[in-house]
């Protein structure tokens, strides 16, 4: 063993904890459940699982009109959070960064919500979008901004909105604290020659700092749309994808499908494309970061 | 009014403006989270009152009380929770570093064939969702025999959390020169000896920060710990919220409380590591 | 020190076993039981019982999981796909049992026909599937009734104006069209709402069903075709749809389950509650509950068929199929409910499923005038409970079927376009399970 180990070339043998890891809980597992979504396979009939029905299940999925409309959502919530949370992030990053007093509590306090599960958050947030005795409708009422009770999580357009609020407030932080860690790697030699040269403060930050910030952007980019999926939390405790599919997004229609009708064929067929949609956001970012890290002739 | 003046002024709006925009930004942060602190030490009525109660009335640590009570009155085993989940967060996340630290000084040391693709490989590993991983590495797991354990909740942490690590650590040590190693070998280093002294001690910043990382994600980590846990020996602080809910009722008050308890270790670490997260991630950044 | 404990368990068994004369002396030395039990609150007081068990038969009971209900549900389901089936006893509600009808054994070969007539009749029926007798019923027996705030029916102000305008006396709706007609008067948005329901998941199907039922309609026919597709069907689901356009409920309840249900009660914002018996003291504690004294429950009301609404179910404890050891598992459930435990559970508030225990409780709630009416109106609101209807597929069913009512409540459907819509993919889902 330890013969067979040594032969190895040293990169392989550094790689291979990893590798054996990676393999054993990731990808026996997603083996299984690419066969099983080829079977009618239910939950509380084991012995299904041995039944080959070949392509059925995507058939049935591509045909659902539900589960397009579920895709597109997620598409569109991926997107509007994502671009949320880095704009804000940034803001909040360029915000504490002028601070030169206490900053290292209030960067503590930016993180906060990287503390909370997102289990937690979506409970949270249920009990302040609640209509009827929620913070936000209580604090609008109060204030006597209106005297309408505003139902958050019904409403077509606010359901999402509240969703997204969650999401964006729980992630922000991950954005904030990776520009912010670029902000403080920006050289100073150009951008105080930028002042010399009489550029506008609008000028140094679009020409200098943001090309510097791009990757920090981008790698924050990459690891959220790795783990956005944390999401299905969120979004199971507070809507469950409802009302009337309002907020049905691919990790509800795959959970309830799998777990409360057990159907995990064809839950697993649906995973599969939610798999590729992932994959394709995580692709697409790293490309965007190399793209940057070349642009300022960091890739060796 | 001279320029001078003007400009003064000018500045002063804009400190104010900074001042003031950074403390709403701070609050929208901090209230939801804060309500739920508040919460922990109010009696459900008043949470739950209409027309609202902004000044607390009662507070009282009847929650936390009730928590560390017997069965039967709320009481749910708080303390076993915070150990299973604080074995499982520290050792996952240990076990998910030095294979960090293995992979990432491969990537960074070493030239061989496919490697962008297997590091693609390995990030497209994390990006399934949990909610796809979770039955059939159920069903693996359980064929294995490792169900309701906290090895088997450690090794799925760890495959989360090895891609990122990698990565992080990876910039880390690219931006140490490869001839500094170099010298320190020639220098009658062995290879490990050079990478203890040379490489080592400037990724450390990046070792801490993905460090935090992993911690953070399995701390938190809800869907793939519900699966694979059953019992008080090995559920962990995420899925011991939901003892506070039941077929009608959600113990929301009671919930507030164990969060309180998850959000402060966290808090604490948080406070100590930052200001290595931060220059960790500074480096690990641009170099790549 | 083994040998002293096992001493003092057996001289504390002598006494107990006297009284119950139910098993012989450490019947099952020796045995070890795995359960998994529903957790939470309410659930809890009874486990205190296993010790008793365990030290009058010396068999030894192994808690492996505590979850609720849901969490449980999905863990009995991977259980079945994983084939990790080592255990033995398993909580169970009525409502689910139909899902996994092989994970359980039936129960009649281990009990006494004697010992079974002491269970109220329609709950041993509910626990069955087919002929099977897959639980014993525990002492969580649910039904809703109507609660309402007493004083909104003293004040002689609003009694002559809803007579004016209704050309009825207000009292407490015995009728859902009465229901209606109060919660519309009574609401007064955002602060004051007629009624509420359930409206996502199991629930609002649940409460559509009895709706259904008390219209003369019904979900399934016999060969669990859909059939609420029909007159009936469209106008119990108006019922919901009238209440939420005249915004006789609040906006969210669409987004509610019953934990916002019973928590918006008690914050004396619903006029009217059709809600669970476990309510009862939570809305009469004034710890809990603002309209705590102000509290009033009577019978469920009916439909236009003349028919009580009653959608019903209970826990109880299932014994699995590849138990091996039946015997000991099928005594421990017994144990636990039989008539102590449901003694014991019920004194908290549940309703109880043995007939002794009913009588009990009642007697035990004479002089208590708010316990009286409760117990009164569940004991009046159980003569019309009928269970979920009893096919694998019910939860499944409710999953395709909630989304189109909630699309008719909130206006994007008519209540006939959405019940066709559902109604169709009903009929697909069960013609794809090979039902027909």
Avoid at chain 2, 99 to 105: D, Q, R, V
Avoid at chain 2, 214 to 226: G, H, I, P, V
Avoid at chain 3, 113 to 118: G, R
Wanted: contains cysteine.
């Amino acid at each position: 063993m330890t013969r067979l180990f040594r032969r190895l070339p040293p990169w392989l043998a550094l790689l291979l904890p990893a590798i054996v890891i990676l393999l054993v809980v990731v990808l026996v597992p997603l083996l299984l459940s690419l066969y099983s979504s080829f079977t009618p396979y239910r939950l509380t009939r084991p012995e299904s699982l041995y039944k080959w029905i070949g392509e059925y299940n995507y058939v049935k999925v591509a045909t659902d009109a539900n589960f397009w409309m579920a895709f597109g959502r997620t598409v569109f919530l991926l997107t509007v959070a994502l671009n949320l949370e880095m704009l804000l992030g940034l803001g909040l990053a360029l915000l504490v960064n002028k601070v030169t007093w206490g900053q290292r509590g209030l960067r503590t306090i930016m993180m906060f919500p990287m503390m909370f599960s997102p289990i937690l958050v979506g409970f949270q947030f249920k009990f302040i979008f609640n209509d009827n005795v929620g913070l936000v409708n209580n604090a609008l009422q109060s204030l006597g901004i209106t005297d309408q009770a505003i139902a958050w999580l019904v409403d077509g357009k606010l359901a999402m909105f509240s969703i997204i609020f969650a999401e964006v407030w729980m992630s922000t932080s991950v954005f904030a604290i990776l520009i912010l860690a670029g902000l403080f790697a920006i050289p100073r030699d150009p951008l105080e020659a930028a002042k010399v040269d009489g550029c506008t403060p609008w000028q140094s930050f679009r020409h200098i700092s943001l090309p510097f910030l791009m990757p920090f952007i981008y790698i924050a980019m990459a690891i959220r749309s790795l783990d956005v999926a944390r999401a299905y939390d969120i979004v199971q405790i507070m809507t469950n994808g409802g009302p009337a599919r309002r907020t049905e997004l691919l990790w509800t229609l795959i959970g309830r499908t799998g777990y409360v009708d057990a159907k995990m064929g064809l839950a697993n067929a649906m995973g599969y494309i939610s798999i590729f949609l992932a994959i394709f956001f995580t692709v697409y970012f790293f490309r965007k970061l190399n793209a940057s890290r070349t642009a300022l002739g960091y890739n060796a | 009014m001279d320029i001078n003046q003007q400009h003064r002024l000018k500045k002063y709006g804009l400190k104010a403006a900074h001042l003031i925009t950074l403390f709403v930004a701070m609050s929208i942060i901090c209230l939801p989270g804060l309500w739920i602190v508040l919460n922990s030490f109010r009696p459900t009525v008043e949470i739950m009152a209409k027309p609202p109660i902004w000044i607390p009335e009662k507070l009282s640590f009847d929650h936390y009380r009730a928590m560390f009570g017997g069965v039967g009155e709320g009481g749910v085993p708080v303390v076993r929770y915070f150990m299973n989940s604080l074995i499982i967060s520290v050792t996952s996340t240990i076990i998910a570093i030095l294979i960090g630290i293995a992979g990432g000084y491969a990537f960074a040391r070493y030239r061989f064939r496919g490697k962008s693709a297997i590091f693609v490989g390995f990030m497209v590993t994390r990006a399934v969702p949990g909610v796809a991983l979770s039955l059939p590495l159920f069903i693996v797991f359980a064929k294995v025999g490792i169900i309701d354990t906290h090895f088997g909740l450690i090794l799925a942490y760890v495959a989360m959390n090895v891609p990122f690590s990698i990565w992080l650590i990876d910039g880390f040590f690219r931006q140490v020169p490869r001839e500094l190693a170099e010298a320190a070998e020639i220098d009658g280093c062995t290879r490990w000896q050079a990478f203890w002294k040379v490489e080592f001690p400037v990724a450390k910043a990046g070792i801490a920060s993905a460090a935090i990382f992993a911690f953070l994600t399995s701390w938190n980590e809800y869907a793939l710990a519900s699966q694979l846990t059953r019992s008080v020996f090995s559920k962990t602080m995420p899925v011991g919220l939901l003892d506070f809910t039941s077929e009608f009722t959600i113990n929301w008050g009671g919930m507030c409380a164990l969060a309180v308890l998850m959000i402060i270790p966290a808090l604490i670490l948080t406070f100590i590591v930052q200001k290595h997260l931060i220059s960790g991630l500074t480096f690990g950044g641009i170099k790549g | 020190m083994k040998r002293t404990t096992l001493w003092s368990a057996t001289t504390l068994a002598i006494p107990l076993l006297a009284v119950s004369g139910l098993s012989t002396a450490a019947e099952f030395d020796g045995v070890t039981l795995d359960a998994k039990l529903i957790g939470g609150q309410q659930y809890e007081a009874l486990y205190a019982r296993i010790g008793d068990w365990e030290s009058e038969t010396g068999a030894k009971v192994n808690v492996i999981s505590k979850k609720n209900h849901f969490e449980l549900d999905k863990e009995f389901k991977s259980d079945l796909a994983a084939g990790s089936l080592g255990w033995c006893v398993g909580s169970n509600h009525s409502s689910f049992a139909s899902q996994y009808p092989s994970l359980y054994a039936d129960l009649t070969p281990y009990l006494t026909p004697e010992f079974m007539a002491e269970y109220v009749d329609s709950n041993i029926a509910a626990s069955k599937i087919g002929d099977k007798l897959v639980m014993l019923p525990r002492a969580q027996f649910d039904v809703s009734a109507l609660y309402y705030q007493k004083s909104l029916y003293e004040d002689a102000e609003k009694q002559a104006a809803f007579k004016k305008e209704y050309g009825y006396e207000l009292t407490p709706p015995d009728t859902w069209q009465q229901v209606s007609d109060q919660a519309v008067f009574f609401s007064d948005p955002p602060n004051f709402y007629g009624t509420q329901f359930a409206g996502k998941d199991e629930a609002i199907v649940g409460r559509f069903y009895e709706m259904v039922v008390a219209e003369g309609g019904q979900l399934f026919n016999d060969d669990w075709s859909p059939a609420f597709n029909s007159e009936a069907g469209i106008r119990a689901l108006d019922w919901f749809v009238n209440i939420y356009q005249q915004g006789a409920a609040p906006k969210g309840t669409t987004s509610y389950l019953w934990d916002e249900l019973g928590q918006g009660f008690a914050s004396g914002t619903i006029a009217l509650n059709l809600d669970w018996p476990g309510w009862a003291g939570f809305f009469n504690d004034p710890e809990s509950s603002k309209i705590a004294g102000n509290v009033g429950v009577v019978v469920q009301p009916q439909g236009s068929a003349g028919i009580r609404t009653g959608w019903s179910g209970h826990h109880g404890f299932s014994v699995t199929e590849s138990c091996e050891n039946k015997e000991a598992a099928a005594s421990l459930v017994s144990f636990l409910t039989n008539e102590e435990s449901q003694t014991l559970e019920s004194a908290t508030g549940p309703l109880p499923t043995r007939k002794a225990v009913w009588e009990h409780v009642v007697a035990e709630a004479e002089g208590d005038a708010y316990r009286t009416e409760v117990l009164q109106a569940f004991q009046a609101a159980a003569e019309h409970a009928f269970p979920a209807p009893k096919t694998p597929y019910w939860i499944e069913a409710t999953n395709v079927i909630y989304p189109e009512l909630q699309a008719a409540i909130l206006g994007d459907r008519t209540s006939a376009e959405a019940l066709e819509v559902a109604a169709e993919a009903v009929d697909e889902m069960m013609r794809e399970n090979g039902e027909y």
